[in-house]
């Protein structure tokens, strides 16, 4: 902090009581108290504030990492789709556009993003063979060359030593206190089934979720958004057009968690893209094409 700052210093207090997080030490406390008493204390502090606050509060909302309510802030996204639909491709374009600050069908980064994407399933040859195809000026070029970093095709479980893993990877290639998003793909390539079984249990999702995915977070930037890929189970076409966001296993944890999700459809070739977004307004349905390696809105749909 820089000295004798009383605005920036302000400034922090006010994020971290957000956040709900002890900044100074509370009445009662007396000299020589157990500090990780005090701190134990403070894990389940939970905030309460009468509506006058939050109505005279005029301070502008967090900037989206991408718009418009797409991925928000300590927010978690769930791409999802049929096996082979086309999740890893569309994201990898997706990400890409995102690292170069460009909008990507329709939504538009807050700047140029800085990304982590734990990749599971294309080879190193495949990925630089789709980022060589991808449409983009020099200077985006050099944008996306200095903001995302891939891995290629790895197996690896995210237990507590792959968490670990990652986490080292991430410090070695990025600035991990500086990383916007950090994406997944696929959820079920790196779920620890060894600890928590199975996927389609609800319970185990969330505890895999909280105990994996969120402590990755929070080892790196605990407001970067998280992209998760996860396939659809086999259900009916129409069960899937009435519920689409029902059809992924474990999908109740994954609902009372995640923010936004984007559903990718294919029939008769043709690809359509479904939104839920907790913290925004609806967004409609969106037919999308691949033509000549480029990804581009055809039309949207009710």
Same mark, same amino acid.
């Given at each position: 902090?820089?000295? +004798?700052?009383?605005?920036?210093?302000?400034?922090? %207090?006010?994020?971290? =009581?957000? $956040?709900?997080? /002890?900044?100074?030490? !509370?009445?009662?406390?007396?000299?020589?108290?157990?500090?990780?008493?005090?701190?134990?204390?403070?894990?389940?502090?939970?905030?309460?504030?009468?509506?006058?606050?939050?109505?005279?509060?005029?301070?502008?909302?967090?900037?989206?990492?991408?718009?418009?309510?797409?991925?928000?802030?300590?927010?978690?996204?769930?791409?999802?789709?049929?096996?082979?639909?086309? +999740?890893?491709?569309?994201?990898?374009?997706?990400? %890409?556009?995102?690292? =170069?600050? $460009?909008?990507? /069908?329709?939504?538009? !980064?807050?700047?140029?993003?800085?990304?982590?994407?734990?990749?599971?399933?294309?080879?190193?040859?495949?990925?630089?063979?789709?980022?060589?195809?991808?449409?983009?000026?020099?200077?985006?070029?050099?944008?996306?060359?200095?903001?995302?970093?891939?891995?290629?095709?790895?197996?690896?479980?995210?237990?507590?030593?792959?968490?670990?893993?990652?986490?080292?990877?991430?410090?070695?290639?990025?600035?991990?206190?500086?990383?916007?998003?950090? =994406?997944?793909?696929?959820?079920?390539?790196?779920?620890?089934?060894?600890?928590?079984?199975?996927?389609?249990?609800?319970?185990?999702?969330?505890?895999?979720?909280?105990?994996?995915?969120?402590?990755?977070?929070?080892?790196?930037?605990?407001?970067?958004?998280?992209?998760?890929?996860?396939?659809?189970?086999?259900?009916?076409?129409?069960?899937?057009?009435?519920?689409?966001?029902?059809?992924?296993?474990?999908?109740?944890?994954?609902?009372?968690?995640?923010?936004?999700?984007?559903?990718?459809?294919?029939?008769?070739?043709?690809?359509?893209?479904?939104?839920?977004?907790?913290?925004?307004?609806?967004?409609?349905?969106?037919?999308?094409?691949?033509?000549?390696?480029?990804?581009?809105?055809?039309?949207?749909?009710?």
């Amino acid at each position: 902090m820089p000295d +004798k700052d009383e605005k920036y210093a302000e400034k922090i %207090a006010a994020e971290l =009581a957000n $956040l709900g997080i /002890l900044h100074s030490i !509370p009445e009662g406390y007396e000299e020589g108290i157990d500090v990780k008493q005090l701190f134990a204390s403070n894990q389940k502090n939970i905030q309460a504030f009468p509506a006058r606050q939050y109505l005279k509060d005029k301070s502008p909302l967090p900037k989206d990492i991408i718009s418009p309510r797409i991925l928000t802030p300590g927010g978690m996204l769930l791409l999802g789709g049929a096996p082979k639909v086309g +999740k890893t491709d569309l994201l990898l374009s997706w990400l %890409a556009y995102m690292s =170069a600050g $460009l909008p990507f /069908l329709g939504m538009v !980064p807050a700047k140029p993003l800085k990304i982590f994407y734990l990749q599971t399933d294309i080879e190193y040859h495949y990925i630089k063979e789709r980022l060589q195809q991808l449409e983009f000026d020099e200077k985006s070029l050099e944008l996306v060359s200095e903001n995302l970093i891939i891995t290629p095709k790895t197996k690896l479980l995210l237990d507590s030593e792959g968490v670990e893993k990652i986490g080292n990877i991430m410090a070695k290639t990025l600035n991990v206190k500086e990383v916007d998003i950090i =994406a997944i793909d696929t959820l079920r390539s790196i779920f620890d089934f060894n600890k928590y079984k199975e996927e389609n249990s609800n319970s185990s999702m969330f505890c895999f979720l909280k105990d994996r995915v969120e402590k990755l977070r929070a080892m790196t930037n605990p407001r970067c958004g998280i992209i998760l890929t996860h396939n659809t189970k086999k259900v009916s076409k129409r069960s899937l057009s009435e519920e689409p966001f029902q059809s992924f296993s474990g999908a109740s944890a994954l609902r009372s968690l995640y923010t936004s999700g984007v559903m990718m459809m294919k029939d008769n070739e043709q690809h359509k893209l479904i939104f839920e977004l907790r913290n925004g307004e609806s967004i409609p349905a969106m037919q999308i094409s691949k033509v000549n390696s480029q990804w581009r809105s055809t039309c949207a749909t009710s």
